[in-house]
């Protein structure tokens, strides 16, 4: 069975930094694409950024040029990099990964809180 746990979410204050990071376990073939999605209370979940396995990079416009997405093959993970955070950034963050076993499927994390105080 495959699992994506995702850690390092928590409350920081506006123009603060976190790191979140997530781990692949499992039995599997391999990863394929990586990335992190957010959802707020009240709002549908949404892309914040996504690194293929070539390390392809793609970011919503909102966290352009403030977050950093990157991963280590070597050991299935992936992490977030959030600086010049913003109340508007409060959500939990959830991992996801395209990972091949017999054929690619989409796997989640549970999710980690982010808090972020004005």
């Known amino acids: 069975q495959v699992q994506l746990v995702e850690s390092g979410g928590g409350l920081v204050q506006a123009g603060g930094s976190l790191r979140l990071s997530c781990t692949a376990s499992?039995?599997?073939?391999?990863?394929?694409?990586m990335g992190w999605y957010r959802q707020a209370p009240g709002k549908q979940r949404e892309l914040v950024a996504r690194i293929s396995s070539s390390e392809t990079t793609d970011y919503a416009n909102s966290v352009k040029g403030r977050f950093a997405i990157s991963r280590d093959n070597a050991k299935k993970m992936v992490y977030l990099q959030m600086n010049s955070l913003r109340p508007e950034d409060t959500a939990v963050y959830y991992c996801?990964?395209?990972?091949?076993?017999?054929?690619?499927?989409?796997?989640w994390g549970q999710g980690t809180r982010v808090t972020v105080s004005s």
């Open positions: 499992g039995i599997f073939r391999r990863i394929n694409d």
């Open positions: 996801n990964a395209d990972i091949q076993r017999v054929s690619t499927l989409s796997y």
